[in-house]
Nanobody
Framework: QVQLVESGGGLVQAGGSLRLSCAASGRIFSIHAVGWFRQAPGKEREFVATIRRIDASAYYADSVKGRFTISRDYAKNTVYLQMNSLKPADTAVYYC????????????????WGQGTQVTASS
């Protein structure tokens, strides 16, 4: 099993920044990629970004490209999502997920999920 714990969410004004963290524990060796997803009220969960654990290759949704950066600290088993130039449309619960292949944009291809952290960008 793998446990994922997100942190770093909060309330910011539009144009501001936040950095989310996703700390992994357990059977780390089974993780080949970590993704970030988000879900706004009344909407489906959508892909945000993913990173390959071994070499930090990254892939982004078009909606966040150029504003968000995914990175990882291999030694700390932690993945980060730096979010800049936040917009009200970015408001959602953000989840990290771990899976065995990269890149994957479909939530069904991830095996483990965190509990989520709320991000709110006010106008």
């Amino acid at each position: 099993q793998v446990q994922l714990v997100e942190s770093g969410g909060g309330l910011v004004q539009a144009g501001g920044s936040l950095r989310l963290s996703c700390a992994a524990s357990g059977r780390i060796f089974s993780i080949h990629a970590v993704g970030w997803f988000r879900q706004a009220p009344g909407k489906e969960r959508e892909f945000v970004a993913t990173i390959r654990r071994i070499d930090a290759s990254a892939y982004y949704a078009d909606s966040v490209k150029g504003r968000f950066t995914i990175s990882r600290d291999y030694a700390k088993n932690t993945v980060y999502l730096q979010m800049n130039s936040l917009k009200p449309a970015d408001t959602a619960v953000y989840y990290c997920a771990a899976g065995g292949t990269y890149p994957q944009v479909a939530a069904r291809n991830y095996d483990y999920w965190g509990q989520g952290t709320q991000v709110t960008a006010s106008s």
